[in-house]
């Protein structure tokens, strides 16, 4: 059995595989971490491999943690990756998009694949048929958006994530989501629009957070798949450890 462990912006996941079936997941604060390591392993003893990735603030502590116990690996740029690497900065890319590009290459091999990730940000990875991943976009995420508004402008206030019942806002409130909102919606639209005009036969997957509340609002066809980046760590503590 594998546990992934990934340390995201807000929260920190585990999740137990076995094989390529996920079999458990969690999320919980940074915080608890040592508590929810502790009940896990008494949940799943045969645990044998592990593999972490942080765009977080997992500690050195936290690591040897798990360490001790499993065959564990951090997911870094010096591990082996079944796809050729075209981004000018490769040592700056994160970990969690080469996580979800992984998950692609496996799943949906020899396909233009551009892979949506909304969460915190929105980040946009686009990888050839022939295994060459070429880049793509970073813009801020749906929750980041109504935070920017509330903390850049004197009078406008946080609210919540609401899908908005009309495009004219006619209240402050209702202003703010058809803007946030649809304004998003749009950019994915408009994004997935473009990689087509340049690749007919394109694949889109969205995953992330937002995944639920955003696939049903898109124009384009796309596989929505909320565990991906979780399914593409998994395949690439088997990809290193063969």
């Known amino acids: 059995m594998n546990l992934v462990v990934d340390v995201g912006n807000t929260y920190v996941k585990f999740a137990v595989f076995n094989f390529a079936d996920l079999i458990y997941k969690t999320s919980f604060e940074l915080n608890a971490f040592e508590k929810q390591y502790v009940l896990l392993k008494k949940k799943y003893p045969k645990l044998e491999k592990a593999i972490i990735s942080s765009v977080g603030h997992l500690s050195k502590d936290q690591v040897a943690l798990i360490a001790k116990d499993l065959n564990a690996i951090e997911l870094s740029s010096d591990l ?3 796809f050729k690497n075209d981004y000018q900065t490769p040592k700056t890319l994160g970990v969690d998009r080469v996580a979800l ?4 290459v496996n799943q949906f091999p020899n396909k233009n694949i551009l892979i949506i990730d909304a969460g915190t940000c929105i980040t946009y990875d686009f990888i050839t048929k022939d295994n060459h991943y070429l880049g793509g976009a970073i813009s801020p995420g749906l929750r980041l958006r109504y935070k920017a508004l509330n903390n850049l402008t004197a009078n406008l206030p946080l609210l919540e994530l609401k899908l908005p ?5 006619d209240t402050t409130e209702s202003s703010i989501h058809s803007g946030v909102v649809y304004g998003t919606i749009k ?8 990689y087509i005009d340049q690749y007919p036969d394109l694949t889109v997957i ?8 955003l696939s049903n609002q898109l124009k384009n066809t796309i596989f929505a798949n909320s565990n991906f980046l979780l399914e ?5 503590l088997e990809y290193n450890s063969k």
């Open 165 to 169: 019942n009309k495009i004219i806002g």
């Open 187 to 194: 950019e994915i639209d408009g994004v997935i629009g473009d």
């Open 80 to 82: 082996s990756f079944p």
């Open 206 to 213: 969205l995953t992330g957070g937002d995944t639920r509340f």
């Open 101 to 104: 590009v992984c998950a692609s």
């Open 232 to 236: 593409g760590l998994n395949y690439i």
